[in-house]
């Protein structure tokens, strides 16, 4: 008690101090011209809303602070943070991220494994964690909805949604095209441009080619080496978009989305004994520009992804309809050192291994289909409401291989697993003007899920094995919205989500296929959404509480290497998240954000493997026979910082010829999280932090704007996951980057 207490009076201290700055920044801003901050426009209800007339906490990212921080190569692992509760990783390489939204994610890194935060892109949800990484490139906003988004959004929504929208064709020519370019051979290249055919006919074409350098020397003499340059760290990312709109009437429209991405690079750089016994800090053996690598085949992965979706509209009057059907397919194959070392490397060196752990992706391939229907009312009346239903199927086969020597031999156990999975549900929202300043809003979903597996493995120990898991169940969401003036206004939620039932099948390593029933999250917030001190400032801020009952957890590694699914009785989140910002004056703009999140998994019998001797757990260890296990009632769950922050401070100072300077600083934190179920010294992480700045000059007459950059200002080593089963192996982040940039808009 005393803990929450504690970090209680922390989210109290940051709310006063955010609160309190802009009335100390008005008196310095007295003499400056009136400035106030914009107004944010989200599309968190399936339709345009002020951000403040949306009654759950969502917060939203501009494009002008994504092409900021993406400016050195970096990829949406790079929005860990940049608004409250969100935490984004992966063990993958860039192609297939992990999301979690307070606390709730899930840290399965195979392909087929389900998470509880979904990815909308255009209107079109990215289902499987393949396609999550899909470039961030001509994008318009962002939206983080926090809290289970079921009614509007559909399956797997417990924790919340990450909305995207790209920029869409308009009536008017226009666009523009970036380059920068920076050390470690990085070239990033980004354009979109709109013309207008007809008066009823636009397109917005745009494209990203996104490149860096290998700038890692493998030290080990592997026969994959290049000793006459690097060996890794190199990525191409290719991706193109096409929308094409058509409007031949007032009342009928019509977008066809088509994109493309060819991306191939290096993946997860896994570092052999570079945590020591007892100590979760990086130790001498780290070193970033080396590795030591007897398998992997220089960690090379490769993808590619097609897709194409046609939205319909038609205003009828009263309703508009809406259908939005969608297509992806994608491929890839890579392959990777897992040990991050080597096992015959001479007794006593840095990067010996007790055994070679290599595995790789010989082929895959995805298909998802999408159909959705929406009714949606218009006008300004009392009562809106929208109904709709929605349908979701996929298929996915993935061949993959284990390897025991040096890279470049054959495999020895190879499996081929194939998943199919569909879903469908129907759904509808009302909301009710009550009086003037009271708006209730109700909504309710129904869903049933199916899905079936079948794994062969036709390489090594003969196994054929299918599983089968399904439920339907009801999602729903009741809110208020009480508008106290035209600058303040209150929220209160309480909210049903609900994910499907899951399958783990890495029969790579194990003859078991694991299952996890569907988990369920009751979920409570509560807070304010405000413009003040005539409207210099905007704060946000919101108090949560959810329970999760049967909450899916995967237990990754422990001495055995295992990857298996398995439900905890309860689980349980709470916590503080605040947002805003502030015109300081003088040209000054300060914007942050802050979140306390507590986590705890609720379950007195159950139990994990675990790390073997080189770590030291500190949960109860409980001997079953032989076997040891963690008992981790009690712990947070894992990936899940108990506090993020993030801080942008901006200038913006005019010329007298209409040009003007700019500058920013933007830092994000990370603070006390876990990396596995179990907790041990060396895998639970205490503070994380980073920086990026950027200045330049600008002439909006003539369109153009050349800027310097650097991310990660001071080369922060912050690890990000962790290879327990073999030794105390870690990834970290990105490495400090900088360079120039050049735009040009027309």
């Given at each position: 008690m005393t803990r929450r207490l504690g970090a209680l009076a922390c989210s109290v201290s940051g709310l006063a101090l955010l609160v309190s700055t802009p009335v100390l920044a008005q008196a310095a801003a007295s003499s400056d011209e009136a400035v106030t901050v914009e107004d944010i426009v989200v599309t968190a209800q399936r339709r345009s809303e002020n951000i403040r007339d949306v009654p759950f906490a969502v917060s939203a990212v501009n494009q002008e602070t994504m092409a900021d921080v993406a400016a050195g190569g970096a990829d949406i692992l790079s929005m860990t943070a940049r608004v409250p509760s969100l935490q984004v990783e992966s063990s993958n390489g860039r192609y297939a991220p992990r999301f979690y939204i307070r606390g709730l994610g899930n840290v399965d890194f195979d392909f087929n494994a389900s998470q509880p935060v979904s990815v909308v892109l255009d209107d079109v949800v990215l289902e499987n964690v393949f396609l999550k990484g899909f470039p961030l490139f001509d994008v318009q906003q962002l939206e983080v909805l926090r809290g289970p988004q079921g009614?509007?959004?559909?399956?797997?929504?417990?924790?919340?949604?990450?909305?995207?929208?790209?920029?869409?064709?308009?009536?008017?020519?226009?666009?523009?095209?970036?380059?920068?370019?920076?050390?470690?051979?990085?070239?990033?290249?980004?354009?979109?441009?709109?013309?207008?055919?007809?008066?009823?006919?636009?397109?917005?074409?745009?494209?990203l080619w996104n490149h860096r350098d290998d700038w890692i020397d493998n030290m080990y003499d592997a026969p994959f080496v290049d000793r006459n340059g690097k060996d890794l760290g190199n990525f191409d990312d290719v991706a193109g978009r096409l929308h094409v709109a058509w409007a031949p009437t007032d009342r009928f429209s019509a977008l066809l989305t088509l994109q493309a991405r060819d991306y191939e690079g290096t993946g997860t750089m896994n570092r052999a004994n570079v945590l020591t016994t007892g100590s979760n800090k990086l130790n001498a053996n780290f070193d970033r520009e080396r590795v030591y690598y007897d398998g992997g085949r220089n960690n090379f992965q490769k993808q590619e992804t097609r897709s194409g979706s046609l939205q319909l509209?038609?205003?009828?009057?009263?309703?508009?309809?809406t259908g939005v059907v969608g297509r992806y397919w994608g491929a890839s194959m890579g392959d990777g050192d897992i040990d991050g070392g080597v096992a015959s490397a001479p007794a006593g060196a840095a990067y010996k291994t007790p055994f070679n752990s290599e595995t790789g992706t010989l082929d895959s391939d995805l298909t998802q289909d999408t159909y959705e229907l929406r009714l949606a009312s218009n006008g300004d009346g009392r009562f809106g409401w929208q109904v709709g239903a929605f349908y979701w199927e996929e298929?996915?086969?993935?061949?993959?291989?284990?390897?025991?020597?040096?890279?470049?031999?054959?495999?020895?156990?190879?499996?081929?697993?194939?998943?199919?999975?569909?879903?469908?549900?129907?759904?509808?929202?009302?909301?009710?003007?009550?009086?003037?300043?009271?708006?209730?809003?109700?909504?309710?979903?129904?869903?049933?899920?199916?899905?079936?597996?079948?794994?062969?493995?036709?390489?090594?120990?003969?196994?054929?094995?299918?599983?089968?898991?399904?439920?339907?169940?009801?999602?729903?969401?009741?809110?208020?919205?009480?508008?106290?003036?035209?600058?303040?206004?209150?929220?209160?939620?309480?909210?049903?989500?609900?994910?499907?039932?899951?399958?783990?099948?890495?029969i790579a390593t194990s003859n078991v296929v694991t299952t996890a029933n569907s988990e369920t999250v009751m979920s409570y917030e509560a807070g304010f959404k405000a413009r003040l001190w005539e409207g210099r400032a905007r704060l946000n801020a919101t108090a949560y509480y959810y329970e999760v009952t049967d909450p899916q957890f995967t237990a990754i590694g422990g001495e055995g290497n295992f990857n298996q699914l398995i439900n905890a009785d309860k689980g349980e989140g709470y916590g503080l998240e605040l947002d805003g910002d502030v015109y300081l004056g003088g040209g000054f703009n300060l914007a942050g954000g802050f979140a306390w999140n507590h986590t705890e998994i609720k379950d007195k019998d159950l139990l994990v493997a675990f790390c073997g001797a080189a770590c030291t757990v500190t949960d109860p260890i409980v001997n079953i026979g032989a076997t040891r296990r963690a008992n981790i009632n009690g712990n947070p769950f894992p990936q899940a910082p108990e506090y993020t922050a993030n801080i942008t401070l901006s200038w913006e100072h005019t010329l007298a010829n209409g040009a003007e300077l700019f500058a920013s600083t933007d830092w994000v934190l990370q603070k006390n999280f876990n990396l596995f179920l179990y907790e041990s010294v060396e895998f639970k992480q205490d503070t994380s932090f980073e920086g990026g700045a950027r200045a330049g000059w600008r002439a909006p007459e003539l369109g153009l704007e050349a800027a310097v950059y650097v991310r990660n200002i001071t080369d922060e080593a912050n690890v990000i996951g962790g290879i327990d089963f073999n030794n105390l192996t870690a990834f970290v982040n990105e490495p400090r980057t900088f360079g120039i940039q050049l735009t040009k808009r027309f």
């Open positions: 009614t509007l959004f559909g399956r797997n929504t417990p924790a919340g949604v990450i909305k995207i929208d790209t920029v869409k064709p308009g009536p008017e020519f226009g666009g523009f095209g970036s380059l920068a370019v920076g050390n470690l051979g990085a070239v990033r290249a980004e354009t979109g441009v709109t013309i207008p055919l007809t008066d009823t006919l636009q397109v917005r074409v745009a494209g509209a038609y205003d009828f009057g009263p309703a508009t309809l298929r996915f086969n993935l061949i993959s291989a284990t390897f025991n020597g040096v890279g470049g031999l054959a495999p020895t156990i190879v499996t081929d697993i194939v998943q199919e999975s569909d879903s469908w549900s129907v759904f509808g929202q009302g909301n009710y003007q009550v009086t003037d300043a009271l708006k209730l809003t109700a909504g309710l979903r129904y869903t049933d899920d199916a899905r079936d597996f079948r794994g062969q493995r036709t390489l090594g120990a003969p196994l054929d094995v299918t599983k089968t898991v399904g439920d339907e169940q009801v999602s729903w969401d009741v809110s208020a919205l009480y508008t106290v003036n035209s600058d303040w206004n209150l929220f209160a939620r309480v909210a049903k989500g609900y994910r499907g039932p899951s399958i783990q099948g890495r």
